[in-house]
């Protein structure tokens, strides 16, 4: 066998300097994994728990000092930037200054704007008791994003794919804790800013909970934040807000969801919500119903029917 050249590469210094980086490496490799208590190789992923972590609502950010840290955020820096931009025209606000329950506010979306237009929207009592539902794969994909998210607008997660009954349940807890609950029952921004088919969803959690569910529009959000824009420009904005609505007797839920979309089509269209008695009545304040409203038909508007 002829004798390879020292210059080769498989033999002397060359071949040397290959073992020891490769040496070299190993160590680091092996500091890397290395562990007094017990020996772990490098590769292994950490320890984990042989359960996954439950679902979350994020509880904290409905508790103390976090609702008031956050109304001054609302107060202080959201509302006067909202009505800097947009000077938002609020229409039939008096359909939700009159409910003595908990209501799903269920509006058209097609813009990241749409969230803070319509908090902007609430009455003041409203708004302290509303939490949004946000998109877990888009807002919690980082959790710092969905912790800031969370203490702003006061969201919780939701899957778009799968884990449907778990969402249902935690929105309905929600609701039964005394939360209006403002969802997009289209599920997604428009495209094109024209309203999608809703979910049936909204109309689910509606029926379960015996829930209202308040019709609202946004028109000219899309103007001010388009989707894929992450400024704002300045653009006037309506917010529409309709009379409540009520499951039916019977009524199954893909047939209230449509009912509700009717609805929200009608206050983008323009269509008058109610005589002025029942806008009137509706902007009343609170009080319990008597014997005699329920016979004559007076009361708050928020009374289901019966």
């Known amino acids: 066998m002829r004798d390879r050249p020292w210059y080769s590469g498989e033999l002397g210094p060359a071949r040397l300097a290959h073992t020891t980086g490769v040496l070299i490496s190993d160590l680091r490799q092996l500091q890397a994994g290395f562990r007094w208590d017990r020996p772990r190789p490098w590769q292994w992923p950490e320890a984990e728990s042989g359960l996954a972590d439950g679902p979350t609502d994020l509880g904290w950010a409905r508790t103390e000092p976090v609702r008031t840290i956050r109304l001054l955020i609302q107060r202080g820096l959201s509302g006067p930037f909202t009505r800097a931009m947009a000077h938002p025209k609020v229409e039939g606000a008096e359909w939700i200054t ?32 509303t939490v949004v539902a946000a998109a877990a794969d888009y807002w919690y994909r980082r959790p710092f994003l969905g912790r800031v998210i969370s203490l702003w607008l006061n969201t919780f997660p939701f899957s778009r794919t799968g884990g449907a009954s778990e969402v249902l349940h935690r929105s309905s807890q929600l609701l039964k804790g005394g939360w209006n609950l403002l969802v997009y029952p289209e599920g997604s921004r428009s495209p094109d800013g024209r309203l999608q088919a809703f979910k049936p969803g909204v109309g689910h959690l509606a029926t379960q909970t015996r829930s209202p569910v308040v019709p609202m529009h946004v028109r000219g959000s899309r103007r001010l ?31 209230f969801t449509v009912r509700v979309e009717e609805a929200v089509r009608d206050l983008a269209g323009g269509k008058e919500q109610g005589d002025w008695i029942a806008r009137w009545r509706a902007g009343a304040p609170y009080r319990r119903l008597t014997e005699g409203d329920l016979r004559t038909g007076f009361g708050p508007a928020s009374a289901p029917p019966s």
Do not use: C, F, Q, W
């Not at 039916?248 to 047939?255: A, F, H, I, T």
């Open 225 to 255: 934040m388009p989707r894929g824009r992450s400024i704002p420009l300045p653009a006037p904005v309506t917010i529409k807000i309709g009379k409540p609505l009520y499951p039916g007797r019977g009524e199954g839920s893909r047939e």
């Open 98 to 129: 009159g409910l003595d329950r908990p209501a799903i506010l269920a509006s058209n979306h097609s813009s990241h704007a749409d969230t803070s237009l319509l908090l902007y929207a609430l009455p003041d009592r409203a708004r302290e008791r």
